[in-house]
């Protein structure tokens, strides 16, 4: 199938990405040339085919629900890497209270 | 002879027999470093501490011998990028676990090695630091994404090497560096504290100058890790048990691609394999599903777990905002988007994932006639610098031998067998067995390395 | 009115575990005394870190499932559920899709059954606290946005109804009911005001004898006590019934509550509906329980609030308001009960006993011993025995063969009422309560 440069700015709105006019033109040609190579899946027979999302074969894989301390970070070493922090808590611009879930 | 170009096994066994001293290997290895690392872009920081370290570490199994460690590996301390401008300067405050365990067992750290930004492509040029030169030949590509690690061994710029794979991203570059390359079984290592590329596929593994040192670098970090959930909690066997086996009577497959871009290479790796008859196994060619479905099933499930698992790079808490990705990444982050919205979904993400199911039911079927399946591991030689911008499906169509056995988690080794003498270039055959079955690649891998010209074509 | 409530509430409620649900960091968001300090890795949402399921917030999550008489998916897993908040580090949060670990219950209320839709199981967010300070040092204030990762992680239960309520009374009756079981299997603290419990209701009218739900529906969102959620409801009734009758649909919209005014506010319409990709989490290996396991987790639900109440009454023939009101919470059922039991033991009036305790003539604390209570009530129930009449008939005898003591009491000698109660606590043979006979007596005398 192939992608229009409107679609690619609906999808990188959903990606958080941000992309030019021009940029998304380029990536719709891009899109369009990968798809088309992935749609040979198409010709796969699937009707009875079961989704494999995981290959190992493993389930129930918990944790105890156990407090170590050793795992955690010290309020320093949480906020070793941000670029803005005030107090103990990192920072960002003001945000709307807008959330979707 | 400089002592950076020992193996892993000949520097530990020299080590013991005090024959030299871990003085004498770092200072030839500071020494190749210092000389060629400018040009071919290796290492993007190099430990200064590593001869202290290696120092304190000389009674560990490993010795304190140097280890190049591909850059999307956490390292407590040290700058760890994946080569991703978006992660510049990110010191991580937590190690992951298979440097924890290097480390552990006396392996030091020598420097993070270059790598395709974020793991995304198969040539280590689309880095946000620049591309690395092909040791072997520096007008071609040492391909990727662990490339700086393959190209650390050919450039003998480490004893042994750690990088990771989730489609070729371990066998490919040491295909085109001339280097063995060890892909363990998904799930054998844990993937915690490696940047996260396509989590249902990622494994981390060797990449080194024998098998065998594939084994002995393997044995330090593999096994079960409460902090992974995907990791198998049966405890690792010790890898290099399976070293110097006799193959004799096992039957191995040749996946015999009718594909007109790997028709030379298959021809030259048909004759090769005659080695394999002269140590007792059957060869036989097998036909397995087309590869150009599985590159399909790869990208999509790829795209789409890296679309999920880039989502936090948000510069928030760490590194630079969005806008840092470079193209690649962001090419890869839009079209897994694109693959789980609704409406697409079916079409792509989940139709990718039957499919998938049908290679896994493929090779059980394989594995059923035989121990182990071989293939080129690469369609061709090494590409010449500045191929990998041709397509925005470069690496996937490099890697088109291996996605089928990297979406369905299987183990795989790769071994040089063939030198071009005019370029220096390499060829390279990819064994690969059932899951959790490392000691049949090993075995059949082994065997092989040490009947191919391999030992006489390294150090050049 | 015309038209009819259709109502759903989507609750959520975060799990008491000791650590977090995909990491080990400790679960006390509350108790913190200082922001970002029980985070690692995994809930930060750092590079190559990798979740694990918190066992025990997944069997919780199953009793709560079988408390309120779900089915149980044998098979299940987690999602992704992908989009972007600065309180949400991965960009995804891990959640349930198509396969919740609990579906189609029911929880009773006196309004009628309100079915179950689904629970599932997943991991809360960071706190936003929004505010000004001077940030960069340029002696103004700064809008900005602080967050603490100490709650990002936190095991949190989603609890979603049929569209079944009918009244802002039955939402606020369910709410409340749902806590109570919640902090009965003690599996949750509900702190509504913290936000360890939090409602959104999804109301819509649709007119009376019509059957099929309305084309639209209003989510009310950030309401913090079952108060607010009736007040909301009941503003929002109004609200779309004018909208209505004026022959016009309400928006499909999100809208919030502010307690200060009463009333409820539009804060984003659906026009753009989010788009979550969701996918099975790669990190995570899905979960599959056998009947037993599930049966072994039943086995392990304490007596609920309903049955507690039911039993209370016919063991105990206690009225349904006191009953009720002692299977309050698990604590104080099991000390009332033990009372109970005592009592049944010596013949004592269970429902007399409980009146007293309740209406306080009975002084008593928790940790007091049983005997002790029981002691307690034994001495008033003696006193108490004698019924008015009897009492009379006993001094009206008295008075009558005393009459001089009368004389002088009328005279203005009143020391001799105390030898008149004598007189008739001795008519009446029994202990008596002083009181009560002085106060009969003098009644009579004057």
């Known amino acids: 199938m192939s992608v229009n440069n409107t679609q690619v700015k609906h999808i990188a709105q959903l990606a958080n990405i941000p992309v030019t006019e021009e940029e998304s033109i380029d990536l719709a040609d891009d899109f369009t040339e990968t798809l088309k190579i992935v749609d040979q899946l198409k010709k796969a027979e699937v009707k009875k085919t079961e989704i494999t999302h995981q290959v190992t074969g493993f389930k129930n894989v918990f944790r105890e629900d156990i407090v170590k301390e050793e795992q955690s970070f010290t309020q320093e070493e949480a906020l070793a890497n941000a670029k803005a922090t005030y107090k103990g808590y990192f920072v960002v611009p003001y945000i709307l209270q807008n959330k979707d879930n | ?460 | 009115m015309p038209y009819k409530l259709v109502c759903g509430l989507e609750v959520h409620a975060e799990l008491k575990t000791k650590s977090k649900m995909f990491c080990s960091c400790k679960n006390d968001p509350f108790g913190a005394p200082k922001p970002n300090l029980y985070t690692c890795p995994v809930c930060l949402g750092m590079p190559g870190a990798l979740p694990v399921a918190n066992r025990k917030a997944i069997e919780w999550t199953i009793k709560l499932g079988l408390a309120l008489h779900c089915q149980i998916n044998l098979f299940s897993k987690f999602d992704r559920k992908n989009y972007f908040y600065a309180d949400l580090p991965k960009g995804y949060q891990i959640s349930q899709y198509d396969i919740p670990f609990c579906h189609d219950g029911y929880l009773d209320t006196s309004e009628g059954r309100v079915g179950i839709h689904r629970i599932h199981l997943e991991e809360d967010t960071a706190k936003l606290s929004h505010q000004e300070i001077d940030f960069d040092g340029d002696g103004e204030l700064d809008k900005v946005t602080l967050i603490d990762f100490n709650r990002s992680s936190v095991p949190l239960v989603e609890i979603v109804t049929e569209p079944d309520i009918i009244s802002a009374t039955q939402a606020k009756e369910y709410g409340q009911k749902l806590r109570q079981i919640m902090r009965y299997l003690d599996i949750a603290n509900c702190d509504m005001e913290k936000g360890g419990m939090r409602l959104e209701a999804n109301i819509s009218l649709r007119r009376e004898g019509k059957n099929e739900l309305p084309d639209y529906k209003v989510e009310c969102k950030n309401i913090n006590s079952f108060k607010f959620l009736e007040a909301a409801i009941n503003f929002e009734v109004d609200r779309q019934t004018t909208i209505l009758q004026n022959g016009e649909q309400p928006i499909q919209e999100t809208r919030g509550y502010n307690s200060t005014t009463g009333k409820t506010f539009s804060q984003r319409s659906k026009e753009d509906a989010a788009d979550y990709r969701y996918f099975p989490d790669p990190d995570l290996p899905p979960i599959e329980f056998t009947t037993e396991e599930i049966e072994t987790i039943r086995s392990e639900i304490p007596e609920l609030p309903a049955e507690k109440t039911t039993r209370f009454m016919s063991e105990y023939n206690l009225n349904e308001k006191s009953a009720k009101n002692l299977a309050i919470n698990m604590e104080q059922a099991l000390f009332f009960e033990k009372i109970l039991k005592e009592a049944k033991k010596e013949n004592l009036d269970p429902q007399k006993l409980i009146n007293n305790l309740l209406n306080g003539k009975i002084k008593f604390s928790f940790d007091e011993k049983i005997s002790v209570i029981i002691a307690k009530f034994k001495a008033i129930s003696s006193n108490e025995n004698i019924d008015e009449k009897e009492l009379q008939l006993a001094i009206d005898k008295v008075l009558n063969a005393e009459k001089d003591a009368v004389a002088k009491y009328k005279a203005g000698k009143t020391v001799v009422t105390g030898f008149l109660i004598g007189c008739v606590m001795k008519e009446l043979g029994k202990k008596a309560d002083v009181i009560q006979v002085k106060q009969q007596l003098i009644a009579t005398l004057s």
């Open chain 2, 1 to 460: 002879m400089k002592l950076n170009e020992l193996t892993l096994k000949e520097s530990i066994d020299a080590l013991d027999k005090k024959e030299i001293t871990l003085e004498e290997i770092y200072k030839d290895l500071d020494q190749a470093c210092q000389a060629k690392n400018e040009k071919l872009n290796i290492y993007l920081s190099i430990n200064s501490k590593a001869l202290i370290e290696a120092k304190k570490a000389s009674k560990k199994p490993l010795r304190g011998l140097p280890i190049a460690v591909k850059d999307n590996f956490c390292t407590k301390g040290i700058v760890t990028t994946a080569s991703s401008k978006v992660l510049d300067g990110f010191i991580p405050q937590y190690e992951s676990t298979v440097t924890e365990r290097l480390k552990a067992s006396g392996g030091v750290i020598y420097g993070k090695t270059n790598m395709d930004a974020w793991a995304h492509g198969s040539s280590t040029e689309t880095s946000d630091y620049g591309r690395t030169l092909n040791p072997r030949n520096s007008d071609h590509l040492p391909g990727g994404s662990s490339g700086g690690s393959a190209a650390a061994i050919a450039a003998d710029f480490a004893v042994a090497a750690i990088g990771s794979e989730t489609a070729g991203s371990i066998r490919q570059p040491a295909a085109w560096c001339g280097a063995v390359g060890f892909k363990p079984t998904y799930g054998r290592v844990s993937r915690f504290g490696v940047i996260a590329m396509a989590s249902s596929t990622d494994s981390p593994g060797p990449i080194a100058k024998t098998v065998e040192d594939a084994c002995i670098l393997l044995n330090a970090f593999a096994g079960p890790d409460e902090k992974d959930g995907t990791s198998n909690k049966e405890k690792a066997p010790d890898f290099t048990s399976f070293l110097d086996q006799s193959i004799k009577g096992m039957k191995i497959g040749v996946i015999y691609q009718d594909v007109k871009e790997i028709k030379e290479t298959n021809q030259k790796l048909l004759k090769e394999l005659e080695i394999l008859k002269e140590l007792g196994a059957t060869v036989e060619l097998v036909q397995a599903m087309d590869p150009h479905q599985a590159i399909g099933v790869y990208t999509v499930v790829q795209r789409a777990e890296v679309s999920s698992n880039l989502a936090r790079y948000d510069g928030i808490r760490y590194g630079g905002d969005r806008s840092n990705f470079g193209d690649e990444a962001k090419r890869r982050i839009m079209l897994g988007t694109f693959t789980l919205t609704k409406g697409y979904a079916d079409r792509y993400y989940n139709l990718a994932q039957k499919v998938r199911t049908l290679y896994l039911n493929d090779y059980k079927e394989l594995f059923k006639k035989y121990d182990v399946l071989v293939s080129p591991t690469s369609p061709s030689f090494a590409k010449e610098v500045g191929a990998s911008f041709s397509s925005p499906m470069f690496g996937e169509l490099e890697d088109m031998l291996l996605e089928a056995s990297s979406i369905t988690g299987l183990p795989g080794i790769n071994v040089p067998f063939y030198r071009d003498e005019k370029t220096n270039l390499y060829l390279g055959a990819n064994f690969i067995a059932p899951m959790w079955r490392e000691d049949l690649v090993i075995k059949v891998a082994d065997a092989f390395e040490k009947n191919t010209k391999w030992n006489s074509w390294r150090n050049k």
